[in-house]
Each structure stands twice: as structure tokens, then as C-alpha cells.
């Protein structure tokens, strides 16, 4: 079944994460017309490489015309002019970055197989929980429904304030009428009625008037109140949800509803403006004693600026924080040299700001951090918000070709000669802009969440461990000496972060018992673990026992492994992978001779191993264990093939694979069959030179156990189907 068709399956809250991540970057007519040509496409590697990207993007747009040829001959006139619509975008839009729609169709894929992991994981973890609080899908409604009903009520106010202005106009015609005349004609009492019926029309006025600034002054408070509580929680919270999503965890959605939020109450504020301008406007023309309007108008106004001035500052958010393209699974990990991009969003979408807010990027300003070392950017640092990038029409503005570069030291100090190492060491990228508008100047600043700067790729796994404890540990987001007294963490609360790494990375989470085996390798045997803190130390920087690796440069390089040598068998959940000796043999003991498990090496990094169940001719259970397989012999030979080739020699008996049935009890072959490579034994045709032919070879892994039970060596048999002979080979362990 491919990925695309279990993601259908999916229950409709998980169906609603899915439709969050495609709008027209990727539409999501495209994902479901083309599902399985898309998902049998390397868009990771593509992501690297710009001439592998451009391949892919010429032959997606082929795909999109025989899709367009097919319609069309089922005379589909919406699909057709939506397939229209789709090719025209994607090739205006990636024409010249074909590398861009290959990250955007990876990162959808990897979504996909994250969510896919969660609906199949049997409960949420806290920070997930957490994140999905019915109290905070309240609040969103409840905001939405204030700033629409502040909305009309400014509008109403509108309404009054042209009553009052026609009831000025009436009454300053009617009162220059009787100005004009004689002062015999005054006398009249014709004309003492006009003069207690503009008296009447005065204090109308004047009750008017005070009334429109009653009004104008709910409408002010009601706004200040909104931005004070509620919209203020819903920021805070949509950048708390991307830090989650920064470290794996749920996608974060919900910038689109505050964007129209905050550009409703910009629009209100600017009304409420225009309202007392048009005020301060019948001042001039009219007043008199007791006249609200000289009193009242200058508070409200200065009220007005001051909540347009926070509205906007708070409005400039980091849409997507710092990434490099090459690494999208590990943002806010930047390398010297290597281009990163970041995008920012003004959440006030008005159509006088687009291309008039030039946004200039900085690293470090008027920020101590506790490294000696100093970067600049390279690259185009300033650039223009506008309205055409985004495919949602937000005004935003992304940055694509920063590099940072390190500044010499005329001292001569390298970052790692304090207490920190390099990947201890945070940095910041601000953002400052100004907006000039209807007779306002507002400065707009903005940072990054914390980055941590790298020389060289072997740092990337430890400083990913630094983003990953600090966004689980602090929601402040310019805490650079973090790491002068790093916190601890809730271990409940990182075991649920390190299943996201597996479900954004390799496309599976953990469950519950491969979790408990993690919690046992940080904090040994507990009865649970809910309540323990584990130090930053414990899980980055000491050394397992007996060990010379940490937790976490164990945890990372089994993360490679699953990524390029068995992904395929780790998304289909056949690696049963953190399970300890001790559970091994009590998941094995009672099960049919020849069924086997996979596991992960607890003594080399970045080895997985198998090990199957045997009886003796006295019925004891025996137990054997193969050498972990580590990249550079799984680079040489598929696992799946190693499985499905192993053979064992017993004393002077026939070679056989003792491998019968995956735990608890599959077949071999029905579990890695479809991702066997070829036949071991099918044999090529000797090359063109007759006699000179060779005769082909294929490599078979084999194990030698004598009946005595000693341990013996693992063997790589070269065979022909005329002979085989031995090659020095790795250990084999047999366990009883």
C-alpha cells in the first residue's frame, strides 16, 4: 500500500495536519494524482543536488501532462483547468530553483510519515497533549470572535460619526441662515423658534458627540484587552508550537488565523484613527462650552498610536527559522560558509505595505553570547516584504542566500577554549525593519530562536542534541547563556521528543517498549519514569558505562544507520531495534527454533544485529548472536540480503539458514521478500570474449558453530556454482 493511501486512511484530526502543510507550494491534486511515481523519487537527494533537482522537476511537469492528456480525454473541464492552473504555477515558480520544490515535496513526505507514526503510536505523549489542549482551541475561537465583533462595532462607529456630521452640517447651515439676517428679522418669533430649535439641535449634538467618543473609547478598550490577554496567549503559544515542531514534533499551523487577526485589528485601530481625525476635523468647524471633543480626543488618540505601535511590533514573527537547505531535519544548526534560508512575516497583511518594509538581517547585534567567537552574514542581507513570494499572498519575506562567516580574532581566541564546547556556544539572527504609514514611523525588530554555529559537519550531531534541549527545556527565546546552567529535563518529556527524531528522520516513531529500553539506558532499571529529571550532562556529555560514547552520539549514529541502510525495514516496522540481551532471550525463549529478532548494537555505534532461537538434540534453547553489522559492510551488502543468504555451518553438515520466522511469527520471506535485491544464485552471461568469460560471484554471509558449542568466526563465502573458499571474517557469539 503506498504512503499516500494510508495517509487516506488516517481519522479526521490527523487528516487535518496533513492538509495543513499543502497549499500551492506542493497542491495537493498533485500529491494524489501522481502518489506513486512521487513517492518512488529521491527528493532527499535531489534536495543536494541542483542538476538531480532539475531532472526531477522536468519529469514531474511530464507526469502533469499526461495526467492533463488523461482528463482531457474524460472531459473533466475542473480537473483540467486545475491541472492547467498547477503546471503553470510550478514551473513559474521553481523554474530557476528546482532544488526548492524537491525540500518542499521531501519535507510533505517526511510529514506524512511522521503523522502516519503518531495515529499508529497508542497515546500522546505530554508535550503533545499539551499542544492540542481543547482550553487553547477554545481561546483561538474566542479571539476570532471578539476581533470580528470589534470589527463591527468600529464599523458601526462609522455610521455615527457620519450622523453627527450631517447633524453638524444641518445645524451650521441653519445657524449661518439666521446669522445673515437683519437684526429687526431677529426679533421675530418666528425666529426665537429657529433659535430654541438650534439650541435643541446643539445639545444633540453634544450628546452625540460624547457618545461617538463613548463608543470610540469601548472600541479602544475592547482591543486593548484583546491584545493585552488572549492574542497575546495565542502568539506566545503558536511560537512555543514551533519550537516543538523545530525538534520533530507536530507540524505547527495557526499563523494564518492570527495573521487575520492582527490585520482586522490594524484595520480597526486605522478606522478608529480616520474616526477621530474626521472629529478633530468638526472641532475646527464647530464648539462651545463643555465640548467633549478637545478633552477626550488627544487621550484616545495617543491610545490609538500607542496599540497600533505593539500591534505592529508584535505582528514581525520568524515564519521559518534558520535552516540549511542540505540538513531541513535539523534547523537552527548552521555551518560557516553554507548558505541557510529563513523566512519572516509581517502578520498585518495591508496591501499599502507591499514591497515598501526592506527587513535587514544581522548576527549577534547588541547580544552578549558566551562564545569568543564573532560571524558576520554574507550574501544579500536586505531585502524587500512583499506579497507575490508566498503562495497564501502573506507579506513575508524569505532570505535564501545567507552565509555566515567567522570573524578573525585579533586576540587570537578560539570559541571552545572556555567552559562551553562549540555546540554550547548559542547565537542570534535579528531582524529590523520600519514602517511608514499613514503619518506613523514604527522600528520593528524580530530574532531567531538560538542557533548554533558548526565548522565542520561532525558537529552537527551534538549540536542538534544543544537546539533539541533547548527548545524542549525554555519557551524564552533569547536565553543565548542557556548552557552556563542548563536545566533539566522531564525524561517523560524527552523520550516523546527522541520518537519525533525517529518519525521526522526515519519515517517510524518508538513505542512504548522501545522507549522504556531507552529510559533504562539513561536512568538504569526504575519502576517508572515519569517523574525523573535527567541532566543535560547525562544525555550529551558523560559516557554511557563502560562505554566510550554518550547516549546521544550512540542514539544519532543509529539514526544514521536506519537512514541509508535500512529504511525500508525500519517504516515497516519489521527492526525491532532497542531491545536489551536480557528481554531478547525472554522474548525468544519459548518460540519456535529459527525465529529471530532484529536489534541495535549497545556496544558499537551504529550496528544492528540478529538474533534467532535454537534447540539442542537434548532440548535446551540456545541462543545465537551474529557480529553487528555496521555501515561500511551493510554499504557492500543489502540487510535484507544478508538475511535471506545467512547461512550456518554445523560441524561437517550442508550449509543452511537457520532463519525461519521474524518474532513473534512471520516469515522471513513474506516480511523482507519485497525488498530482497535479486536472486543470490542467478548467474550472468560470461562477457563477450567466449573463453575469457569470467564466471560471476555473489558474496554470501556464513556462520561456522561447532557442536561443542564454541564460539567461532563469522565468514564471508565468496561462491561460484564451482567452488567457494573462506575469507578472514568478524566474531560470532554464541549464547546460552
Given at each position: 500500500?503506498?504512503?499516500?493511501?494510508?495517509?487516506?486512511?488516517?481519522?479526521?484530526?490527523?487528516?487535518?495536519?496533513?492538509?495543513?502543510?499543502?497549499?500551492d507550494n506542493f497542491p495537493m491534486e498533485i500529491r494524489h494524482l501522481l502518489a506513486q511515481w512521487i513517492e518512488s523519487q529521491d527528493w532527499e537527494a535531489a534536495s543536494n543536488n541542483e542538476a538531480m533537482a532539475t531532472i526531477l522537476l522536468q519529469n514531474l511537469l511530464i507526469q502533469v501532462d499526461e495526467q492533463l492528456d488523461r482528463v482531457s480525454q474524460e472531459k473533466n473541464l475542473l480537473l483540467i483547468h486545475n491541472l492547467k492552473r498547477i503546471r503553470k504555477l510550478l514551473q513559474g515558480k521553481y523554474h530557476g530553483n528546482p532544488m526548492?520544490?524537491?525540500?518542499?515535496?521531501?519535507?510533505?513526505?517526511?510529514?506524512?510519515?511522521?503523522?502516519?507514526?503518531?495515529?499508529?503510536?497508542?497515546v500522546q505523549g505530554p508535550l503533545e497533549k499539551s499542544l492540542q489542549n481543547s482550553v487553547v482551541s477554545e481561546r483561538q475561537r474566542n479571539v476570532e470572535h471578539k476581533v470580528s465583533a470589534i470589527k463591527n462595532?468600529?464599523?458601526?462607529?462609522?455610521?455615527?460619526?457620519?450622523?453627527?456630521?450631517?447633524?453638524?452640517?444641518?445645524?451650521?447651515?441653519?445657524?449661518?441662515?439666521?446669522?445673515?439676517?437683519?437684526?429687526?428679522?431677529?426679533?421675530?418669533?418666528?425666529?426665537?423658534?429657529?433659535?430654541?430649535?438650534?439650541?435643541?439641535?446643539?445639545n444633540t449634538l453634544d450628546y452625540k458627540r460624547k457618545e461617538v467618543l463613548s463608543k470610540i473609547g469601548r472600541v479602544i478598550h475592547e482591543i486593548d484587552m484583546l491584545m493585552s490577554n488572549m492574542l497575546t496567549e495565542e502568539l506566545l503559544d503558536w511560537k512555543r508550537r514551533q519550537q516543538i515542531a523545530c525538534i520533530g514534533g507536530p507540524l505547527h499551523g495557526g499563523l494564518d488565523q492570527l495573521q487575520n487577526c492582527f490585520t482586522l485589528l490594524a484595520e480597526s485601530l486605522f478606522q478608529v484613527r480616520r474616526q477621530l481625525e474626521k472629529l478633530d476635523e468638526l472641532l475646527t468647524r464647530l464648539t462651545y462650552d463643555g465640548d467633549p471633543i478637545p478633552v477626550q480626543r488627544p487621550q484616545l488618540l495617543e491610545k490609538v498610536n500607542f496599540l497600533l505601535y505593539n500591534l505592529f511590533r508584535n505582528s514581525f514573527v520568524v515564519e521559518r527559522q534558520p535552516c540549511m537547505p542540505t540538513h531541513p531535519q535539523r534547523p537552527m544548526v548552521l555551518k560557516t560558509l553554507i548558505q541557510f534560508t529563513v523566512k519572516l512575516r509581517l502578520l498585518i497583511k495591508l496591501p499599502e505595505l507591499n514591497y515598501q518594509i526592506r527587513v535587514k538581517a544581522t548576527i549577534d547585534k547588541n547580544v552578549s553570547t558566551v562564545s569568543n567567537r564573532r560571524f558576520v552574514l554574507c550574501g544579500t542581507h536586505v531585502k524587500a516584504m512583499n506579497m507575490d513570494e508566498s503562495a497564501n499572498g502573506s507579506l513575508s519575506v524569505e532570505f535564501r542566500h545567507l552565509q555566515p562567516k567567522e570573524m578573525k580574532s585579533s586576540a587570537g581566541s578560539k570559541g571552545n577554549e572556555g567552559p562551553h564546547m562549540v555546540t554550547e556556544e548559542l547565537h542570534s539572527i535579528s531582524f529590523e525593519t520600519q514602517v511608514c504609514l499613514y503619518g506613523l514611523t514604527i522600528n520593528l525588530e524580530t530574532s531567531s530562536l538560538p542557533v548554533v554555529m558548526i565548522s565542520n559537519v561532525s558537529q552537527l550531531p551534538n549540536a542538534w542534541a544543544s537546539i533539541i534541549w533547548y527548545n524542549l527545556s525554555t519557551n524564552d527565546p533569547q536565553n543565548l547563556s542557556f548552557f552556563n546552567n542548563p536545566p533539566a529535563a522531564t525524561l517523560s518529556q524527552l523520550l516523546e521528543v527522541l520518537s519525533w527524531q525517529f518519525s521526522s528522520y526515519v519515517g517510524r516513531g518508538l513505542n512504548s517498549e522501545q522507549l522504556n529500553m531507552l529510559a533504562e539506558k539513561l536512568m538504569g532499571q526504575q519502576v517508572s519514569y515519569n517523574d525523573y529529571q535527567l541532566s543535560w550532562a547525562k544525555f550529551c556529555k558523560e559516557h554511557l558505562p563502560g562505554k566510550s560514547f554518550t547516549f546521544w552520539v550512540w542514539l544519532e549514529a543509529i539514526l544514521d544507520l536506519i537512514k541509508k541502510h535500512i529504511l525500508p525495514l525500519w517504516i515497516d516496522g519489521y527492526v525491532m531495534g532497542f531491545v536489551s540481551k536480557e528481554k531478547e532471550r525472554i522474548l525468544l525463549k519459548d518460540k519456535t527454533p529459527g525465529t529471530f529478532l532484529l536489534r541495535f548494537s549497545e556496544s558499537n555505534l551504529g550496528g544492528i544485529t540478529f538474533t534467532w532461537v535454537d534447540q539442542l538434540e537434548n532440548g535446551d534453547v540456545t541462543f545465537h548472536s551474529v557480529e553487528p553489522y555496521n555501515k561500511g559492510r551493510l554499504s557492500a551488502l543489502p540487510f535484507a540480503d544478508i538475511l535471506r543468504d545467512y547461512k550456518v555451518i554445523m560441524a561437517d553438515n550442508v550449509p543452511e539458514n537457520p532463519l525461519k520466522y521474524l518474532y513473534p511469527d512471520i516469515p522471513k520471506d513474506k516480511a523482507f521478500g519485497k525488498h530482497y535485491s535479486c536472486q543470490p544464485n542467478e548467474v550472468s552471461k560470461p562477457s563477450d570474449g567466449g573463453g575469457k568469460g569470467y564466471v560471476p560471484s555473489v558474496f554470501i554471509p556464513v556462520s561456522k558453530i561447532s557442536s561443542s558449542n564454541v564460539s567461532k568466526r563469522l565468514c564471508c563465502a565468496e561462491r561460484t556454482p564451482e567452488s567457494h573458499s573462506d575469507r578472514n571474517c568478524p566474531e560470532l557469539s554464541l549464547l546460552n
Open positions: 500500500m503506498s504512503q499516500w493511501s494510508q495517509v487516506q486512511q488516517l481519522e479526521i484530526k490527523f487528516l487535518e495536519q496533513v492538509d495543513q502543510f499543502y497549499d526548492h520544490i524537491a525540500v518542499i515535496i521531501s519535507n510533505c513526505l517526511r510529514e506524512e510519515r511522521r503523522i502516519l507514526a503518531a495515529a499508529s503510536m497508542p462595532s468600529a464599523q458601526m462607529t462609522d455610521q455615527d460619526v457620519k450622523y453627527l456630521e450631517d447633524l453638524q452640517e444641518e445645524f451650521d447651515f441653519r445657524y449661518k441662515t439666521i446669522q445673515s439676517l437683519e437684526q429687526s428679522d431677529k426679533n421675530s418669533a418666528l425666529i426665537k423658534q429657529e433659535m430654541l430649535a438650534l439650541q435643541a439641535m446643539l
